[in-house]
């Protein structure tokens, strides 16, 4: 059954520096998007993306983040400089069309230190 | 303001017996309903979902049932067993501009399932 991946599954990095965080989307989906969980906490949205631009994003995803679909394959969030409150787990996720069920990947654990 | 919210944190059930996790929104706007499982390091898995046409939907073990008027969700999980330990989250998502696309998440409840 196809999935979504994610790497790394872990990254360690210290406050400031940037980080790329990595997802291979299910191979038709058309929609991307990335979440993130803060330990303790509800899963939150950050971005949707379609057709190689942002189509919705919340305030959390501000001028320190950005997306990108590199390739035919990967989709990528980048943290320009990381903050000790962006560590969380990061979940990236598909849908074949918007509106459509979303799947997610295993996230990636960030700790910024 | 939108919001998904989870009755009860923590939920123990016997093994075998059916269980009943409950959610409320607050968005009348909303008009699709997710329920997911997560397992400790593991990402949301898709359960099931419903629009707001339906009222309740089935698969496997477990059902969803939408009640407009007060703006509450339930998965029911029958014959629960050992690998449905996990927390279930609810999500909604109403209708933007791009369609459905920003999914809402519950606190969550954690199912343990008592062998």
């Known amino acids: 059954e196809p999935e979504v991946t994610q790497t790394p599954s872990h990254q360690v990095t210290q406050m400031g520096q940037e980080v790329i965080l990595r997802c291979v989307p299910i191979?038709?989906?058309?929609?991307f998007y990335w979440y993130r969980q803060i330990l303790g906490q509800k899963v939150e949205f950050l971005v949707s993306f379609y057709n190689n631009e942002i189509s919705e994003k919340s305030e959390i995803f501000d001028d320190q983040f950005s997306v990108e679909r590199p390739d035919g394959s990967n989709f990528t969030l980048k943290i320009r400089s990381t903050k000790l409150e962006d560590s969380a787990m990061y979940f990236c996720a598909s849908s074949v069309l918007v509106g459509e069920t979303q799947y997610f990947g295993p996230g990636t654990r960030l700790l910024v230190l | 303001g939108e919001s998904v919210g989870l009755h009860l944190p923590t939920l123990s059930v016997q093994e075998g017996d059916n269980s009943i996790i409950n959610c409320a929104y607050s968005n009348s706007a909303s008009d699709y309903f997710i329920w997911y499982k997560q397992e400790s390091g593991k990402g949301p898995q898709f359960i099931i979902d419903?629009?707001?046409?339906?009222d309740k939907r089935q698969g496997q073990r477990v059902t969803v049932l939408l009640n407009k008027t007060v703006k509450h969700l339930s998965l029911q999980i029958a014959a629960t067993q050992p690998g449905d330990s996990a927390v279930y989250f609810c999500?909604?998502?109403?209708?933007?501009?791009?369609?459905?696309?920003?999914?809402?998440f519950g606190t969550g409840t954690r199912l343990t399932i008592i062998p």
């Open positions: 419903i629009r707001s046409n339906m």
């Open positions: 191979s038709n989906h058309l929609y």
């Open positions: 999500a909604e998502s109403s209708k933007s501009n791009f369609g459905n696309e920003k999914l809402t």
